[in-house]
């Protein structure tokens, strides 16, 4: 993490911002969970030192229940007529490079690229040295993987709350308590289909995009986004080698048991 103390007005406004969305209303009191506290912690405490000013998200409501963090099921949220799509067998993949112009700002990312910064330097013009710093650097997925890339994802959360479900505008969520078949079953599926493919499950590494970070190989656009969205406690499937498509569907026949009924919060 870049020290809060070099951060500018601007920059640290805005972590903080995207950092308090990972907060939650408790007996009347505001806390964050241990997903973002220590970064949270720093960052507030920087800015009330400057005197700046402090906003609440407004997709943190004072009477919503308290979020529930699960350890081995997962979340999706969505709209309803996608999601009885998914519990009656139709798994739609996104294709990463549609992302960067989705309209809701919590889904909206460029997924073939990822954003760095350089180390701070100096830069030596004639006998005067200038200060080089907030270079930022953008790393291409085509430059993991030798070609312009694509490739398609299900996202999923581990969290289970109304704000969530508030932030991606969706209808409901379902439940996925048994991951391991979820998954295979979507394998199984996907070999009848494609020929070369490749899936593969993660969790989302959020990383400080004002800080170098090297990006080598696919895993690291894959499964890595900016500390903004770190409150999201993304995973997701990847599928690699499918027809390039907005989305990619494939069929499948779920084993009893996996999916809880469509949930809503109101």
């Known amino acids: 993490m870049k020290p809060v103390w070099q951060l500018t007005d601007e920059q640290i406004t805005s972590r903080l911002w995207n950092l308090a969305k990972g907060a939650c209303f408790i007996d009347g009191k505001l806390f964050t969970s241990g997903n973002v506290q220590p970064e949270f912690d720093s960052t507030y405490i920087e800015i009330k030192r400057r005197g700046l000013p402090v906003a609440i998200p407004p997709i943190i409501h004072p009477a919503d229940s308290n979020p529930i963090l699960h350890n081995t099921a997962f979340v999706r949220y969505d709209k309803k007529d996608r999601l009885k799509e998914l519990i009656s067998g139709k798994v739609n993949f996104g294709n990463a490079n549609q992302y960067r112009e989705q309209e809701n700002p919590a889904q909206r990312d460029d997924e073939v690229a990822r954003a760095s910064h350089y180390p701070d ?65 979507i394998h199984t ?32 656009f894959e499964f890595a986004k900016s500390i ?37 919060f109101r």
């Open 189 to 220: 599926a996907l070999k009848k289909v494609l020929v070369n493919f490749k899936l593969k499950f993660g969790y989302i590494e959020y990383y400080d995009d004002l800080m170098p970070r090297r990006f080598v190989s696919r895993d690291d």
């Open 121 to 185: 330097q100096s830069l030596k013009i004639g006998e005067i040295t200038y200060p080089a710093n907030n270079l930022i650097r953008t790393n291409h997925y085509g430059s993991a993987t030798g070609k312009f890339p694509y490739y398609h994802f299900l996202s999923l959360t581990t969290e289970e709350s109304h704000k969530l479900q508030r932030d991606f505008k969706a209808e409901g969520y379902i439940l996925i308590s048994d991951f391991d078949q979820f998954y295979e079953t």
């Open 228 to 264: 903004h969205y770190k409150y999201q406690n993304e995973a997701r499937i990847v599928l690699i080698g499918a027809p390039e498509v907005k989305y990619y569907s494939v069929d499948v026949v779920w084993p009893d048991g996996i999916f809880s009924e469509i949930r809503e």
